[in-house]
């Protein structure tokens, strides 16, 4: 093998729990390990991150990556560390994510048939469809007793709640725990991978292998995700931080990691990207000797960016990101669609304008004072004179101008800067 996959997710601070023997079973020999991913949406967002992540890492260290999209468990939900039963999926729908879930994945891993560590996609549905009821309560039911189910703390916390725990969600650990002994027996998988709340799920997995047939399984947990700040890892204002460009621009995604506190920085650097623990040090460094350049933060916002976005993306998103604080941006700002210029004005002071005084003419200043943007017209005089307005990134160079329907972006907005600092969108009506 390339290189001792423990040792590496360790000092990336990527295992929380393990079962005896992971290890060895790694350093002996090509081993397939599989990771189940939720079908709730047609796409992954940065909290899927992780586990795509050890499976490329496992990939990368030799060994063959199964990635489990859950069509099965995804009409029914899992109950770990969650208030209350969610809502359930049909099958349309649950169809429809999973192939997006698949096209996602296929970005990250290789799925080349002639390598003996190919990836794969599974989906429990697969092997759930066929089987009854009767059958799953008499073949599987029977191994794991009432009292070891409800030992498990996931299970412990909604029963101790208000809305308890239904029969559907009780059974879930049964479900994946079936799930891995399935994968083992037809696919010799002999790993199982995930987040730390599903610690509980998993080891009952390892037992249903060892009631039912025998065979080795091992398991290994990551940390779950959290900001230093107690914010919840992966939202916005906006709500989750995709992976599908549509549902969060590459311009937005780079914007999360660039606004990273040291502190998460600091962590985030080892996980989520490849760098050595040589390159990360030197960073940490870096960062600790100058950290106003915000190198760490700058240096995470590339390598994921790029690694799920690509490089032209991310150096779009750079590019975007300089568009309010660089002098020469006037050629970026009339290449964004108009999607791509609302994203990265988000949060500037939006101002509605008379689109019919465009229509006739208006001079600079009598704009500047009609906005708003300036109290009166003798104030936005003297900064015009003085060189402090710009229209669209470019420098206003005297009262003389004027603004008509031909001067606006999209046939819409112009973009007004005060100062050095201050912008304004104003929108014609």
Same mark, same amino acid.
């Given at each position: 093998?390339?290189?001792?996959?423990?040792? $590496?997710?360790?000092?990336?601070g990527m295992?929380?729990?393990?079962?005896? !023997? &992971?290890?060895?079973?790694?350093?002996?020999?090509? %081993?397939?390990?599989?990771?189940?991913?939720?079908?709730?949406?047609?796409?992954?967002?940065?909290?899927?991150?992780?586990?795509?992540l050890?499976?490329?890492?496992?990939?990368?260290?030799?060994?063959?990556?199964?990635?489990?999209?859950?069509?099965?468990?995804?009409? /029914?939900?899992?109950? *770990? #560390?969650k208030?209350?039963?969610?809502?359930?999926?049909d099958?349309?729908?649950?169809?429809?994510n999973?192939?997006?879930?698949?096209?996602?994945?296929?970005?990250?891993?290789?799925?080349?048939?002639?390598?003996?560590?190919?990836?794969?996609?599974?989906?429990?549905?697969?092997?759930?469809?066929?089987?009854?009821?009767?059958?799953? @309560?008499?073949?599987i039911?029977?191994? @794991?007793?009432?009292?070891?189910?409800?030992?498990?703390?996931?299970?412990?916390?909604r029963?101790?709640?208000?809305?308890g725990?239904?029969? %559907? $969600?009780?059974?879930?650990?049964?479900?994946?725990?079936?799930?891995?002994?399935?994968?083992?027996?037809?696919k010799?998988? +002999?790993?199982?991978?995930?987040?730390?709340?599903?610690? !509980?799920?998993? %080891?009952?997995?390892?037992? /249903?292998?060892?009631?039912?047939?025998?065979? $080795?399984? #091992?398991?290994? &947990?990551?940390?779950?995700? %959290?900001?230093?700040?107690?914010g919840?890892?992966? +939202?916005?204002?906006?709500?989750?931080?995709?992976?599908?460009?549509?549902?969060?621009?590459?311009?937005? #995604?780079?914007?999360?990691?660039?606004?990273?506190?040291? $502190?998460d920085?600091?962590?985030w650097?080892?996980?989520?990207?490849?760098?050595?623990?040589?390159?990360?040090?030197?960073?940490?460094?870096?960062?600790?000797?100058?950290?106003? =350049?915000?190198?760490?933060? +700058?240096?995470l916002?590339?390598?994921?960016?790029?690694?799920?976005?690509?490089?032209?993306?991310?150096?779009?998103?750079?590019?975007?990101?300089?568009?309010?604080?660089?002098?020469?941006? /006037?050629?970026l700002?009339?290449?964004?669609?108009?999607?791509? =210029?609302?994203?990265?004005?988000?949060?500037?002071?939006?101002? *509605?304008?008379?689109?019919?005084?465009?229509?006739?003419?208006?001079?600079?200043?009598?704009?500047?004072?009609?906005?708003?943007?300036?109290?009166?017209?003798?104030?936005?005089?003297?900064?015009?004179?003085?060189?402090?307005? *710009?229209?669209? +990134?470019?420098?206003v160079?005297?009262?003389?101008?004027?603004?008509? =329907?031909? *001067?606006?972006?999209?046939?819409?907005?112009?973009?007004?800067?005060?100062?050095?600092?201050?912008?304004?969108?104003?929108?014609?009506?």
């Open positions: 093998m390339p290189k001792n996959l423990i040792q $590496e997710l360790q000092w990336r295992i929380q729990d393990i079962t005896p !023997g &992971t290890e060895e079973q790694l350093t002996k020999e090509m %081993t397939s390990a599989y990771i189940g991913f939720d079908p709730t949406a047609d796409s992954l967002h940065i909290g899927s991150l992780v586990p795509i050890l499976l490329v890492h496992l990939q990368r260290s030799g060994h063959k990556p199964i990635a489990l999209v859950g069509g099965a468990t995804g009409m /029914i939900g899992d109950p *770990s #560390f208030s209350e039963e969610r809502k359930l999926l099958e349309a729908t649950l169809l429809h999973l192939s997006g879930i698949r096209a996602q994945l296929e970005q990250f891993l290789d799925f080349d048939p002639s390598l003996p560590n190919a990836a794969e996609v599974v989906n429990n549905y697969d092997w759930f469809k066929d089987m009854g009821f009767l059958q799953f @309560i008499r073949d039911g029977k191994h @794991i007793s009432v009292n070891y189910m409800m030992s498990k703390d996931s299970v412990r916390k029963l101790d709640s208000d809305s725990i239904s029969f %559907t $969600e009780f059974t879930y650990q049964l479900i994946q725990g079936y799930d891995y002994y399935w994968l083992n027996a037809h010799n998988c +002999k790993i199982q991978m995930g987040g730390s709340d599903q610690w !509980g799920n998993i %080891t009952t997995g390892t037992e /249903i292998i060892r009631r039912m047939g025998g065979g $080795e399984a #091992f398991a290994f &947990t990551c940390p779950l995700m %959290t900001k230093a700040d107690g919840k890892f992966g +939202k916005t204002e906006k709500g989750n931080v995709w992976l599908d460009p549509k549902k969060t621009s590459p311009y937005q #995604f780079y914007q999360f990691w660039l606004n990273a506190s040291d $502190e920085a600091t962590k650097i080892r996980i989520f990207t490849f760098l050595s623990q040589e390159n990360v040090n030197e960073l940490l460094s870096e960062n600790q000797n100058e950290p106003g =350049l915000r190198k760490l933060q +700058k240096r916002g590339k390598e994921v960016t790029t690694f799920v976005h690509g490089q032209e993306a991310y150096e779009f998103a750079v590019r975007a990101s300089e568009l309010l604080f660089a002098n020469d941006t /006037i050629g700002l009339n290449e964004l669609t108009e999607t791509q =210029l609302l994203e990265i004005l988000e949060g500037v002071p939006t101002v *509605s304008y008379p689109g019919n005084r465009l229509q006739e003419g208006v001079d600079i200043v009598s704009f500047l004072a009609e906005t708003g943007i300036f109290p009166s017209k003798g104030e936005a005089r003297k900064m015009v004179q003085g060189g402090g307005v *710009s229209i669209n +990134k470019a420098k160079e005297g009262t003389d101008n004027t603004l008509t =329907l031909s *001067s606006l972006l999209h046939d819409r907005y112009l973009l007004v800067q005060k100062g050095k600092t201050k912008y304004f969108l104003v929108k014609a009506e």
